[in-house]
Nanobody, 116 residues
Framework: QVQLVESGGGLVQPGGSLRLSCAAS????????MGWYRQAPGKQRELVAS???????TYADPVKGRFTISRDNTENTVYLQMNSLKPEDTAVYYC??????????WGQGTQVTVSS
């Protein structure tokens, strides 16, 4: 059974930082591209950052320079370090694992709220 379990969300003040984690099980983690997505109320889910199987990152423009994605293939975990958080970063953040074959899996999400 495939599981992606996110953790690390919470309430933070503007300008603060959070580190999200996504622990994967039931898949061969090292052969999956890993991504972080987010969905704010009333908006579509959007890609935040992704990392290839060798860890090459890509970022959405709104988070460039503030967020960093990394992966540990020995721990089957992907991370999202979020710095200089803004109220517009408030959303539910989801982890996704996917392959070019079309296989893909989602986590249940973790809430991030940026507010003073």
């Amino acid at each position: 059974q495939v599981q992606l379990v996110e953790s690390g969300g919470g309430l933070v003040q503007p300008g603060g930082s959070l580190r999200l984690s996504c622990a994967a099980s039931g898949i061969t983690f090292s052969i999956y591209r890993m991504g972080w997505y987010r969905q704010a109320p009333g908006k579509q889910r959007e890609l935040v950052a992704s990392a290839t199987i060798v860890g090459k990152p890509t970022y959405a423009d709104p988070v460039k320079g503030r967020f960093t994605i990394s992966r540990d293939n020995t721990e089957n975990t992907v991370y999202l370090q979020m710095n200089s958080l803004k109220p517009e970063d408030t959303a539910v953040y989801y982890c996704r694992a996917d392959r070019i074959t079309g296989a893909n899996y989602w986590g249940q999400g973790t809430q991030v709220t940026v507010s003073s």
